[in-house]
């Protein structure tokens, strides 16, 4: 301990012994609190957080221990500390005070832990109360429950509590009174660490089964982590195992899914108050004498936990969530091999280039893959009171998505059809935050072969009930998650694209857990790539859009198919996605090195870069969308029908660019009625690796409701040089219902 922290210690012995003294203010923060074998209770009613655990760490091994200390928060940040048992005077439980617990019980908190009796030389499971989670706690009797280490109180399906201890001999359990204070029959092994595939014994031939704790699934079956030894390619240390009970029973049998935290124990559950699954473990490389607690962020679906992406843990787990290999379905031409998983939409999960044998995609839960993936409105989207979102996911809104929902329902397979090199599948997608909720829509996608390139067509067919006109958002068009391996990101950012100039690698993001992972950047080439270290993985290409999400969660490096490790290349488009709409997009994987990456798609690219851009609205609003407005709704007949709803309003363009010296003037072909008399065409520059500030033309608007062709003369104006981008109208000083219908806008 540090010597700041002796002094508090001496302090709180002197001030009251045998009661809670606090030290004030919240004086410590996590990397002070000074727990092993910990566990955390929230406490709503007082809006606390409360640690405990091994808690006299100074003497841990021998000497008499000081008891068992509590911490709390308000914030997980600053932590106050107190005293909450220390043994009575002249007790023979006066050592090596480990692994407490609390648990509410009525009116009362309850208090578990093992406790050394040098008269018995044993360590036994003692149980105290107290008034308050942070005690004082008195001994409820002299007399232990049972020997053994690490208390765990868990209730069987029936609401029966056992109680569960660990110890060097197995994992013990036996069952409860309802008030917790006496063992009702005789203890029984529910597991022995040699077991377990992977776990080692101690030295002396003994085996470690330290701070089991437990998880009951969605689906009613039990997981367990437990620590033991596990040999590593540096040597012999603890490992954190992961084991799951399919009949939701302690006496199992238990199923070992290997390791789920290497070089890391004493982990614990619990719940944050906004409803995030929380795992507490100590630190990688610190012993129990050590160290503190660290926090990390867990995902849970109907069927199992995993460590989250944006966690604190390096770990990765390998589990391929129970699917059946009769769901993947397989077409390959001569140089690659692409698979889609028939439970969950038909989303891409495999990608091999041949010659190299190996998966490409990551497919760790339903949110992964190569799939499709629209946002709308509502946001948040609750269709139902008794049809919530995820806590963690409530903000995202509308998003059925091809694979399935957090929860780990799989969409459902509509119509599939397949060729020696083709496939076409559609489904009904599930709301990714929702427990089983299918979207009001289809969704189509069409795949074919060509080389190492996959050519993908994909799109929505709405049919929603809620016929509101939801203003645009962005959707994924595709999401695409790789493995860990394929961690380096590249693409191109620059004012000279399609001329080989130099690519940029979009490094990983350094985040807070809880933070956005992804890079958002500008693909003046239209495309993303992530590699591997020898140079090696998938690139993505979209001929409508530029803007790009991207970037890697993870280990860099580590990790496979159903491991946590992911790159991520989205390319983003904004629509609007009324209730009826049909839309389409493209785009193409092409798998190869990075350099045939870039020279393939410079190949498939070539005819749409010889275009002009121009846009006619006879069917579709062509990827522009509207600010504070709003059309007449789909299917677009003609031209876009457009009134405003505030007296300023934007129509924003696909995010694309062009080259300022093949433009000379710009078409603008709209009618309008009302009063305004002004409106602005705007555009930045890339320069270099960056976007200037916008640049802007005002035009002279006419009302009168004919339609009219504006044309801005764009040559040799001053700001349109170069690389342009950004492209956009703004309306001004119009009146609600103000009607402007515009019919076509065309690079000249």
Not at 121 to 144: V, W
Not at 301 to 306: A, E, L, Q, S, V
Not at 669 to 691: D, E, M, P, T, V
């Amino acid at each position: 301990m540090k010597s700041s922290s002796k002094y508090l210690l001496l302090i709180e012995s002197i001030l009251l012994p045998g009661a809670c003294t606090t030290v004030p203010g919240g004086t410590r923060g996590l990397d002070e609190v000074e727990v092993s074998m910990h566990m955390v209770l929230p406490v709503e009613s007082e809006s606390r957080y409360y640690i405990t655990g091994t808690t006299d760490l100074t003497n841990v091994w021998e000497g008499k221990t000081e008891g068992f200390y509590v911490y709390s928060s308000a914030d997980l940040e600053k932590w106050d500390r107190q005293l909450a048992w220390e043994p009575p005077p002249g007790s023979e439980w006066d050592s090596r005070a480990w692994g407490a617990i609390i648990l509410p019980l009525e009116d009362k908190y309850i208090m578990i832990g093992a406790v050394y009796s040098s008269k018995r030389e044993e360590h036994s499971i003692l149980t105290m109360e107290a008034d308050n989670p942070g005690g004082p706690y008195k001994l409820r009797s002299e007399e232990p429950l049972m020997e053994g280490i690490d208390p765990q109180v868990v209730y069987e399906k029936d609401g029966s509590p056992w109680l569960v201890v660990g110890g060097r001999d197995a994992i013990m359990a036996a069952p409860l009174s309802n008030d917790l204070m006496h063992i009702l029959a005789k203890p029984e092994t529910i597991l022995h660490a040699s077991q377990v595939p992977g776990a080692e014994p101690a030295a002396d031939g003994g085996w470690f089964h330290d701070a089991p704790v437990f998880h009951r699934l969605h689906n009613g079956e039990l997981l367990m982590l437990f620590s033991a030894n596990f040999k590593f390619p540096d040597g012999i240390s603890y490992a954190t195992f992961k084991l799951r009970s399919k009949t939701g029973k302690l006496s199992g049998p238990w199923i070992p899914e290997g390791v789920f935290l290497p070089k890391q124990h004493g982990a614990s559950f619990w719940r944050r108050f906004d409803g995030e699954l929380m795992l507490t473990v100590k630190p990688a490389g610190v012993s129990i004498e050590q160290g503190h607690p660290e926090f990390i962020h867990l995902m849970e679906t109907r069927d199992d936990i995993f460590l989250h992406p944006d966690g604190s843990t390096e770990v990765t787990n390998s589990k391929s969530q129970g699917r059946s290999m009769d769901d993947f379905l397989y077409i390959a031409n001569e140089e690659i091999r692409l698979g889609i998983d028939t439970s969950m939409g038909g989303a891409i999960t495999y990608l091999e280039i041949k010659k190299y044998g190996e998966n490409i995609v990551n497919d760790f839960d339903l949110g992964r893959q190569i799939q499709i993936s629209f946002f709308g409105g509502p946001n948040p989207f609750i269709p139902s009171p008794d049809k919530q979102p995820h806590e963690r996911w409530i903000r995202i809104g509308w998003n059925p998505i091809q694979a399935g929902d957090v929860f780990g329902n799989g969409s459902e397979i509509k119509d599939l059809f397949v060729g020696q090199d083709s496939i076409y599948v559609s489904c009904i997608p599930m709301h990714w935050p929702l427990d089983n909720v299918p979207g009001q829509c289809i969704y189509e996608s069409r795949i074919k072969l060509r080389g190492n390139k996959v050519f993908v067509s994909a799109g929505i067919r709405n049919n929603r009930s809620d016929k509101t006109q939801y203003p645009a958002r962005t959707s994924e068009l595709p999401a695409v998650y790789s493995n860990g391996t394929y961690y380096n990101l590249y693409t191109y950012t620059g004012e000279k694209p399609f001329t080989f100039d130099n690519l940029r690698r979009i490094p990983k993001r350094n985040v807070k857990p809880g933070e956005f992972p992804w890079s958002r950047f500008q693909a003046t080439e239209n495309w993303a790539a992530l590699v591997n270290d020898q140079g090696i993985g998938m690139g993505v290409y979209s001929p409508i859009t530029q803007r790009f999400l991207g970037g890697f969660t993870g280990t860099e490096g580590e990790g496979s198919t159903f491991d946590i490790p992911c790159g991520y290349i989205c390319p983003i488009g904004f629509s609007v996605l009324d209730h009826n709409i049909e839309y389409d997009y493209s785009y193409v994987m092409v798998a190869g090195t990075l350099e045939e990456i870039r020279r393939d798609i410079y190949e498939i690219s070539k005819p749409d870069r010889e275009q002009i851009p121009c846009f006619d609205f006879n069917s579709t609003r062509e990827g522009w969308y509207f600010v504070n407005a709003r059309d007449s709704g789909w299917p677009v007949k003609g031209a876009m029908d457009i009134n405003a709803d505030q007296a300023s309003w934007s129509l924003v363009g696909p995010d694309i660019s062009v080259q300022s010296d093949r433009i000379k003037y710009l078409e603008f072909k709209a009618s309008y009625n009302g009063k305004a008399k002004k409106f602005s065409f705007h555009w930045r520059r890339i320069a270099g690796q960056r976007l200037t500030e916008p640049e802007s033309l005002v035009v002279d608007l006419t009302s009168g409701g004919e339609y009219r062709t504006y044309t801005l003369d764009l040559e040799d104006r001053k700001g349109f040089e170069g690389l342009v981008t950004g492209f956009s109208f703004k309306f001004y000083e119009m009146e609600p219902g103000d009607r402007l219908v515009v019919d076509r806008i065309c690079f000249r």
